[in-house]
């Protein structure tokens, strides 16, 4: 280096020195770190940072920019570094207290070893820097925020939008800014809002804050869109606009509707289906049962909201089985249970019990319950056993009993065409009559306890005094009849049931009276004695006859049971006594000692009621 040239570089230092400005070289390496590379020796006096502190690198440059300006500084610094451009910034930095404005500018030169170093100037402008630059610079900043948020913002001044943001451009579906700039804002509010906003403009430009409220856009493509507003009062170069905030929540909104409907739809289904169901939480309690379980127990849903449900309509005796449902809370099983609960009213029921466990992200959140009742079907199955074991009997008694007679008859018959017999035939009829007779009773036994089943009550008046007279009459082909002693008192009010089961009832009772009287004693008799009451009809038939022992006295009104040597019966009268008495809702008793007399007692509910109603 010559003279003249090392005096020119002195020179050159020396008005760097001097320069009121900080000369800075900044170098990205072509490894992706960047850093200072030269800062002129000022920067101590400028920046309040020393050269040293810079160069080294110790200090991240966040720690000396102003936190206010730092988005500003970084957003600045990246674009020109991604594009190879120039940079520009002007904002603070601010080192152990001491806030100084500065404005930077640097040009970017690429090195042949791919180094880029951007060189310029960093200059403090902190003197410049009066108060409407500064507050230029906090507008520019806090537009460039503006930029950043992930919310719709626009200002408007007279009606007119003089600033939206890009997301607001976005959501807005406008191509260009021009799309929504110098446009009226309230055209971009749907006509069924526009009064609503026009008031809460004039709110915000009287300075207060219009809160956030749903209401709906028209984009600029025309596709309207749910939003949440707030309009605010805000100042924009000195005059008063409005600023507002835009948070679009069409999604938002179309997310909350498919929920509803599908509570709808779910609520519907509950509420509508045919059965009972219950809705349990996670912890057992009772949170909801529908209509079908309102009717099925007769427990409404405030009644059991929040309890636990076994104590209401599981039956005492069922109480350790009870934890069926609750027992589903850690299961993913669905049970099926087939089992007996109670209403509120106590009354039984067979039901069937589905448990199904619902599950969110591997827990139990609830548990449904639905109950199907099969009471009616049990009864059908229970009247199907005992139809099929009557069927059963009967097949083993027609073949016994219809064929005894039969087989006698045939025996007489027999006997009167032998070759020789010289018997008087004519005495053989009485023998055949009575074994034709017993046929024919077994017979109509069998019919009157068919009709009994078939046919449906019909209710009428019942006149006890005529039913007794004509059934004494109709017996009095029976031996003893007429002699037997009649003792009758009927007392009460009009009764009404079914006259044809009636009649059965005291066919059956009077003709065993008469049946099994006592053939020692000096005077067999028979007492009726009934008391009717607008709601039921106690009969008693009473006679002193031979008695049933302890032993026969629970079976006799099973069917085809005889418990006596006297008869020559069916055995079914008094099981078609037991059977007419339930259809009409009764209840028969007997009460009996061997060789002391025995005592029906009849209870038969008033069906005046039901023929008031009907
Ligand atoms: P049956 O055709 O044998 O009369 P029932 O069903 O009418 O059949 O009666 C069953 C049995 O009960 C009879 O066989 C008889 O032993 C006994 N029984 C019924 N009624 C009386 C009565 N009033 N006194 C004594 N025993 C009776």
């Not at 596709?223 to 929540?249: L, M, N, R």
């Not at 007769?298 to 929040?306: I, K, N």
């Not at 061997?594 to 009849?602: E, K, M, P």
């Amino acid at each position: 280096m010559n003279k003249v040239n090392a005096t020119r570089q002195n020179t050159m230092q020396h008005i760097v020195d001097k320069l009121p400005a900080v000369i800075f070289e900044y170098t990205v390496f072509p490894d992706g770190s960047r850093d200072f590379t030269y800062v002129s020796p000022r920067c101590k006096e400028i920046l309040g940072l020393s050269q040293e502190i810079i160069l080294s690198g110790v200090l991240p440059i966040r720690s000396f920019i102003h936190p206010e300006d730092w988005e500003d500084f970084s957003r600045s610094t990246e674009t020109s570094i991604a594009a190879t451009t120039e940079w520009k910034w002007m904002g603070r930095i601010l080192y152990e207290n001491k806030e100084t404005w500065v404005e930077t500018n640097g040009t970017p030169t690429q090195m042949e070893d791919g180094r880029v170093a951007w060189s310029g100037l960093i200059t403090d402008i902190t003197s410049r820097m009066d108060s409407e630059q500064r507050q230029r610079h906090a507008e520019r900043s806090y537009r460039n925020l503006l930029e950043q948020i992930p919310l719709g913002v626009g200002i408007h001044k007279n009606g007119k939008l003089i600033y939206v943001n890009e997301y607001a451009l976005k959501m807005m579906a406008a191509r260009t800014p021009e799309d929504m700039i110098g446009k009226n804002v309230i055209d971009f509010v749907h006509p069924q809002y526009r009064e609503i906003a026009i008031s809460r403009v004039k709110k915000a430009l009287d300075g207060e804050t219009a809160p956030v409220m749903e209401e709906q856009y028209i984009r600029v493509d025309g596709k309207v869109i749910d939003v949440e507003v707030s309009s605010h009062p805000f100042t924009y170069e000195g005059e008063p606009a409005v600023q507002v905030i835009v948070k679009d929540i069409t999604d938002k909104k179309v997310a909350q509707e498919t929920i509803r409907k599908a509570e709808t739809l779910f609520s519907q289904l509950f509420q509508n289906s045919p059965f009972a169901i219950v809705m349990l939480n996670d912890k057992g309690a009772v949170v909801r049962i529908n209509k079908g379980f309102e009717e099925m127990f007769g427990f409404t849903g405030e009644e059991l909201s929040g309890k636990e449900l076994n104590q209401f309509i599981v039956p005492d005796a069922l109480e350790s089985e009870g934890n069926d449902l609750n027992s589903l809370i850690t299961s993913y099983r669905v049970i099926r249970i087939e089992t007996h609960r109670i209403r509120k009213d106590t009354s039984p029921l067979s039901v069937i019990i589905y448990g199904v466990p619902v599950h969110l992200d591997d827990t139990t959140i609830g548990i449904f319950g639905v109950y199907v009742d099969i009471t009616e079907r049990k009864k059908v199955e229970e009247e199907l056993k005992i139809r099929n074991t009557e069927l059963d009997n009967f097949v083993y008694k027609v073949s016994h009993d219809l064929r005894a007679p039969l087989s006698s008859v045939l025996g007489l018959v027999n006997l009167a065409s032998l070759p020789g017999n010289d018997d008087n035939l004519k005495e053989y009829l009485p023998l055949i009559g009575q074994k034709v007779r017993q046929l024919d009773h077994f017979i109509s036994d069998v019919l009157s306890h068919s009709k009994n089943l078939k046919l449906d009550v019909k209710i009428g008046k019942i006149d006890f005094e005529n039913v007794i007279h004509q059934t004494f009459k109709d017996l009095s082909y029976l031996e003893g009849a007429n002699s037997i002693r009649k003792e009758i008192a009927i007392e009460g009010v009009d009764f009404h049931s079914d006259p044809w089961r009636i009649a059965e009832i005291f066919r059956n009772l009077i003709s065993n009276a008469i049946k099994y009287r006592n053939l020692g004693h000096p005077a067999p008799s028979i007492h009726i004695f009934i008391k009717q009451t607008p709601q039921a009809a106690e009969i008693i038939f009473k006679d002193n006859g031979i008695g049933i022992d302890a032993s026969n006295r629970i079976r006799i009104f099973e069917m085809f049971y005889r418990a006596s040597e006297q008869s020559e019966g069916s055995g079914l009268g008094l099981y078609i006594v037991k059977n007419a008495v339930d259809k009409l809702g009764g209840e028969v008793t007997v009460e009996s000692e061997a060789g002391q007399g025995t005592s029906f007692t009849i209870i038969l509910p008033n069906l005046v009621s039901s023929l008031e109603n009907p």
